[in-house]
């Protein structure tokens, strides 16, 4: 890579988004993705499918490898999952799958199986894999790390763009500090900072922001108020007995109610 004046060669580039909003924005001019934390079961995902497609929502979250604080806890189904993903995808053509993936090796166990990969939090500077999306022009949603400046995360993108990548879109997820009465602080303001440089397009994820359901329906409201462009969504049959992330998931009585309720 080349350094020229700036430390930014591509997020200026207004057209260079143009294969990006035409990827994530088909259903509507607001994204929204939702699905379960991890995927658990094929009852479990084939139901979010049709809560899903009923509400004219193509973008599902659908997650084999869960990355997890706690190596004692759900780890996700890893490989098992794959047959599941396959299944969904050739019952439910129309909908695009979103995977986390935290390593190369995951990437190619899924490319050409999910549309979509997540970097995570924890893996916004994995650069390896990022600039491997990039090469691939696979589909993207980076996440911003919970430590990182909104120009670090633009730098983030930057490995992604100079490998000849343009499906990317960026979510804020929130970042630590010392309040701890939500999982993380929402920095609404990353909007306005990226703005200033970018039409990147930028969606938050209220779900890991808040680590709970209330308050989803504020938070999301102003992040589009803000000019954020969408929204990833945790929503699950039956929170209660979610492997992971029981507290922040809706139930779809919530989904469908919190979706009227941003109509
Ligand atoms: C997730 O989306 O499931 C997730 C773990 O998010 P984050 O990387 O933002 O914590
Ligand atoms: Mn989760």
Request: charged share 25%; glycine share 6%; net charge positive.
């Amino acid at each position: 890579m080349n350094k020229k004046e700036n430390k930014f060669q591509y997020i200026y580039e207004k057209e260079i988004f143009t294969e990006a909003y035409d990827f994530f924005f088909q259903d509507s001019n607001i994204f929204i993705g939702a699905g379960p934390c991890s995927l658990e079961s094929e009852a479990q995902i084939f139901q979010t499918a049709e809560l899903l497609l009923s509400n004219n929502i193509s973008y599902i979250r659908c997650f084999p490898y869960k990355i997890r604080s706690d190596p004692y806890s759900f780890q996700g189904l890893q490989t098992e999952g794959i047959p599941i993903i396959k299944k969904l995808k050739q019952k439910y053509p129309k909908l695009k799958i979103i995977s986390e993936v935290y390593s190369q090796e995951q990437f190619h166990s899924l490319e050409g199986i999910t549309d979509i990969f997540q970097i995570g939090t924890r893996f916004m500077y994995h650069r390896e894999l990022i600039e491997l999306l990039g090469k691939k022009n696979s589909p993207c949603i980076l996440k911003r790390g919970f430590q990182a400046t909104v120009s670090e995360w633009l730098l983030s993108s930057e490995y992604y763009l100079a490998r000849g990548g343009r499906k990317i879109i960026l979510c804020e997820r929130g970042i630590r500090t010392f309040e701890s009465s939500v999982r993380n602080s929402f920095d609404i303001t990353s909007i306005l900072s990226v703005r200033e440089q970018s039409k990147i397009p930028v969606i938050i994820d209220p779900s890991h922001i808040l680590g709970k359901t209330s308050g989803i329906e504020a938070i999301s409201k102003a992040a589009l108020i803000a000019g954020y462009n969408g929204l990833l969504i945790e929503t699950h049959p039956i929170p209660l007995q979610a492997l992971s992330d029981k507290k922040q998931q809706l139930t779809f009585e919530q989904f469908k109610l919190f979706l009227n309720f941003l109509k």
